[in-house]
DNA sequence: TTGAAAGCGATACCAA
DNA sequence: TTGGTATCGCTTTCAA
């Protein structure tokens, strides 16, 4: 391994002058400068991590944690780590992945042996154990969702509440005055999953100030059960003539049930999705709705925390405003 | 923070003390290693990582370079870097993660920054330009995937040569004499990722040793392609009877575009997948298939890559068994 | 069974 | 503009 002592003989000059030409905290003559560039390249000199980060206090990582559940929308997931991953390298940082299942221990875990700079905290639920640990261990952080106990933290996050408006909205918009909402898998409510509680709420609320009919239910991702539970909810009231989905998982099954029911979408039923773009264009009808935007808010998360590490005190949340396209799935309620 | 001199000043012995203590690398009174473990637990000691590893040359991390895209089976990479972060906690390893667009660079550098101690390498492409550079660097790596010039490198995957054969084998069983592959997306192929090369080739040995008539194509996740495609596939070839997919992401519209056609599956037309357990159960009928056991692999991944770290030399590739589970896609051919 | 001290490879302060 | 060197927090050799 070539160490920065060696640059330094090979270039006549002491270890400072180059650790201070590498880092540019000091002016260096040309001359010198170029010496060492040239002795950098001939010797393919990288600086030690560690030792830097010994040296510095500053180790260029961020933690992420992340939930890697099969229950849970793993495309999205997946797009935020991508995201996230990414923009941390365009700024010179690496990622350490910790799982949700390290929980607050991993959290002081990763503080408390110097692993990483900050923290990226993904999937918040209400009353997160994480959240108290990381505000009082001061270590630089960024949810990814929020909550009622997030005071004091610094988060960012599609506003899903204004998402389940915006879907009830735009539906109602359309005349339909009664609307079933079909919610993530149970799990994710029971553990209280910070967005799909928003979700729901800002569904309640906007079917409420509509003054329209509106009812929600989880589902769970079998076929059967999806059927079962759309024929059923259907049966119920049959004049629902919309349809809200918050979970990816279930769309083909609905609208495979849908037609099974001879209910044409969007003649007979409109149909509003929250999920990926590349989710809701591969259905048999494309689907309007609402995306995560997945990869912009990975790639504010790392921004902000970076901002934080740096020592900007301004530290600002960010709720996403939603935006929802127009596709084939929505129509005007028939008279 | 609280260093290791911290507590040996806190213990009243020497710092060297403390740390034989903490790794157990020589005898310690038992006196002297309770009084240490009370100052450790008072003082809430835990080693600095980068201080640790600078010292001892060993970062207790494991570099993990995994495809991100959108376009590839994303549950089955989630698996994967699900178990591999498991598997690595309980090792007392941390995960970093690098995307695959990072390249030959990023292994260069994990490496000669000294960040990690070995390299999990997902997503092996034919003449992968990485295998050659981790080859000459000599870093611990094991590779999830293989191909042709992985010669002198560690590799585990799933056999998907015989997850071929395995579908085309039990579908000749069930008297089938010509059989549908319906692929990845066509970029899979175009980067030449091994799995789908590998799949494919057993594919085609398979019907070639059957003597039965088997014709494959790459396929696109959009609903209508899908659609098409089998609907023209089996137009041109009517006497098709069994499908089998390599792709998990067109199976509801296969399924969809199938049922239009008024074919019943498994009456009509029987099916085998290669997908996750949790999407075969999914579908509108159970389908029968080979399941990728990704967090298996994930975890013999990791254990193969730390015997390398600790030195033993007599690291062995692993080829992992298919295995086919019936359900309710497949059943014996009409006459 | 224990301690002292020399590294590990950088950074950055203090001098020149 | 440059150099010498203490320092970061730990591991491990050498000595006792």
Known sequence: MVT??????????????????LSGKRPISAETRKRIARSVAELGYRPNAKAQAL????????????????????????????GIATAAREHDHDILLLTQGEGVEGVRRVRETALVDAVIVMDIEADDARLPVLRKMGLPAVLIGTTENAGGLVWVDLDFGRAAEACVDHLAGLGHRSILMLGSPSAVYERRSSYALAFAAGFESAVRRHGIDGRWCPSEPAYQAVSALVEQ?????????????????????????????DLRVPEDISVVALCPEQTAVNQVVELTGVAVPAEQIGRAAVEMVLR???????????LIAPQLTLRQ??????A
Chains 1, 2 share one sequence.
């Open 55 to 82: 040296a510095s206090n500053r180790t260029n990582t961020l933690a992420l944690m992340a939930p890697l559940r099969a229950d849970n929308n793993v495309p999205v997931i997946m797009q935020f780590v991508a």
């Open 308 to 318: 934080q590490v740096d020592g900007d005190g301004t530290a600002q949340t960010r």
């Open 329 to 334: 799935s929505t129509a005007v309620r028939r």
């Open 4 to 21: 920065i002592a060696d640059v330094a003989r090979h270039a006549g000059v002491s270890v400072s002058t180059v650790s201070y030409t």
């Open 233 to 261: 909810e259907l049966a119920r009231r049959p004049d629902t003539t919309a349809l809200v989905v918050h979970n990816e998982g279930i769309l083909g099954a609905v609208l495979g049930t849908l037609r099974r029911l």
